[in-house]
């Protein structure tokens, strides 16, 4: 083999050490993300105003089993899913269920879609940059909806990229509101 | 035929297309970068995680300059995607673009929105400048917003390309891939 073509190898086999080197780190600081975002102390910190401006801190639903749903009127299946949060909010309310809308929206558009639906919990405006938000809570590809679940002890029970199923939403409130 | 989707998008990232990836390196480090997003799903987050792809690879951009007043946008868009028609914006600088010409999309039925006009495949839109610029580069700003048919949507996704424009009676310039990626990084 001509020396060329051993420096050629050599190169190709350090590129192949290099790309699994970054490969592992780049998986090791996903686990580490993961397991940040386990505890729900990201979430209950989210202050945000309400769809009346009125500043909105998550810590004071802290104890309950908290739904915190980021979606946008641009979002169909966001709006889909929606009735069945109100139906929920409606029927577990008491019993120590909270939801909370975090709308990667207008506060204009918000409202009118609140109205439209008999919203029944609080729709917090966190704009574009709610997306962001929602990145650093385990959504890596910034679609909507995604809802994170915490159980009342404020850990991350269930994060979902995606709209919940009414059975599966039903299942894991009552499950979450046995336990805890 | 449906294909899984980050199967499709790994295959697309190593084909070899008329609009490969400059060189060898920068192919590597895309798969490199489906691996690990590959991974992340893998573990992902609890239950009925749909498979999805970054919104740059399932609504790939591209753009040539066709000549010195027009640009042909494209958009390479994944099976089991859509883009609306109605939320696509096209505009150029410093020379303006005038009415892109947009195909007719395919009617949706959509509980809340009514019927949109939707793209799926492959979409070419011609852009007009309003006037001829040849030699010049032009910057494309070209919006756009879609959703996968599981049931997520992305939010608008503002994206840039930079284009010289051919001289009067030359070829066609190159296609080039999206250089900024919005805010998703």
Known sequence: ??????????????????????????????????????????????????????????????GKVLVVNFWATWCAPCREEMPQFVAAQARDGARGVQFVGIAVDDP????AFAAEIGLNYPA????????????????????????????????????????????????????????? | MKRFPTLAALRGLVRQSRRPFPTD?????AMLAALVLAQAHAEGIPSLQPKLLPPEQAFRLSARALDPSTIEARFDIADGYYLYRDKLRFTTEPAAAGQPLLPPGKAKHDAFF???????????????LTKAVAG??????????????????YPPNPQQLRLVMPQKGGKPGAFVETARKGWFK
């Open chain 2, 136 to 153: 010049e580069t032009i910057t494309l700003h070209a919006d756009s917003q879609g959703c996968a048919d599981v049931g997520v949507c």
């Open chain 1, 1 to 62: 083999m001509s020396s060329t073509g051993r420096s050629r190898r050599t190169l190709i086999v350090a590129g192949v050490a290099a790309l699994a080197l970054a490969l592992g780190t780049a998986t090791a600081l996903l686990h580490s993300d993961r397991s940040a975002a386990r505890d729900g102390s990201a979430v209950l910190g989210i202050v945000l105003p309400d769809a009346q401006g009125h500043e909105q801190a998550l810590t004071q639903w802290r």
């Open chain 2, 25 to 29: 390196g920068m192919r590597a480090l």
């Open chain 2, 114 to 128: 009514g019927d949109v006009d939707i793209y799926r495949g492959e979409l070419v839109v011609r852009v007009p």
């Open chain 1, 108 to 111: 204009v558009k918000v409202r």
């Open chain 1, 124 to 180: 917090l405006i966190g704009g574009y940059g709610a997306i962001e938000l929602s990145k650093t809570l385990g959504n890596d590809l910034s679609a909507l909806p995604f809802t994170i679940v915490l159980d009342r002890q404020g850990r991350v029970a269930h994060a979902q990229l995606g709209p919940l199923k009414a059975a599966q939403l039903n299942d894991l409130l009552s499950s979450l509101l046995q336990t805890s």
